[in-house]
């Protein structure tokens, strides 16, 4: 399996989200149309994006930011790193930037006061599983995208055969253990697909976290928006 990875992002949520119009511009433009959005939080690697009802959205695309503050209009190629239901219906997505923005480009952004100068910190973690429908399956890569005590966001490269349940298996130091998840809903993103999913049993949170002490400490979410955050891996 590939090695754990884990990396600290320094997030800035918005004042004034209405005063930007976000628009998430595919790169292939005859695979998906321009999906308007809302940003939310944004950082030299990343930004967070309130998308309305299911989204139909690209594994790879430009994050086009306008605005009266904004001197030209932004365009931040990216990749869609994770999205989640909210229980109105709308989903917030994670967008990981191809490459970091350019400090002068983002301090520009800090001094025409659109963004809360008090910044979150966010520990950006990926693990590597191997995915299964139902023990003796075969199995499938996948990363984990982000994790709470409830449950983890999942990427894969085939939607799950059932509604109900996954299994997940991974090296926790030398010993392989497979956990069985409920699947509470699955998005596609392009070639991929996001599978959200509920811990069945409550320790198998606290057996994640044991991993590696990188992946503890990427478990931990300071955001002000309460919400996890994953990194860009590429399947």
Not at 55 to 73: E, G, R, Y
Not at 142 to 149: A, L, N, P, T, Y
Request: hydrophobic share 35%; glycine share 6%; proline share 8%.
């Amino acid at each position: 399996m590939a090695t754990l990875y884990s990396k600290c992002d320094r997030s800035y949520p918005l004042l004034h989200p209405e005063l930007v119009d976000t628009t998430i511009l595919p790169c292939e433009p005859e695979t998906t149309q321009a999906c308007a959005a809302e940003l939310r939080e944004i950082s030299p690697l990343s930004a967070k994006l309130l998308v309305q009802g299911l989204p139909n959205l690209p594994a790879h695309c430009v994050i086009q930011l306008k605005s009266l503050k904004f001197m030209q209009t932004l365009r931040i190629p990216a990749e869609i790193d994770w999205a989640r239901p909210n229980p109105a219906g709308d989903w917030l997505v994670e967008c990981g930037f191809d490459a970091p923005m350019a400090e002068a480009s983002f301090n520009e952004l800090l001094a025409i006061g659109l963004l809360e100068r008090r910044s979150s910190v966010r520990h950006q973690t990926r693990i590597p599983v191997e995915v299964q429908s139902a023990p003796g399956l075969h199995r499938l890569p996948g990363i984990i995208r982000d994790v709470s005590e409830g449950g983890l966001c999942l990427m894969t490269s085939e939607a799950p055969k059932t509604t109900r349940d996954v299994y997940i298996s991974t090296l926790i130091g030398h010993d392989e253990v497979t956990l069985k998840l409920k699947v509470r809903w699955s998005l596609c993103v392009g070639p991929n697909h996001l599978i959200g999913c509920q811990f069945i049993d409550g320790q198998d949170y606290h057996l994640l976290r044991k991993m590696q002490p990188a992946y503890q400490e990427g478990l931990t979410e300071h955001s002000r928006a309460s919400k996890p955050a994953g990194d860009r891996p590429r399947m």
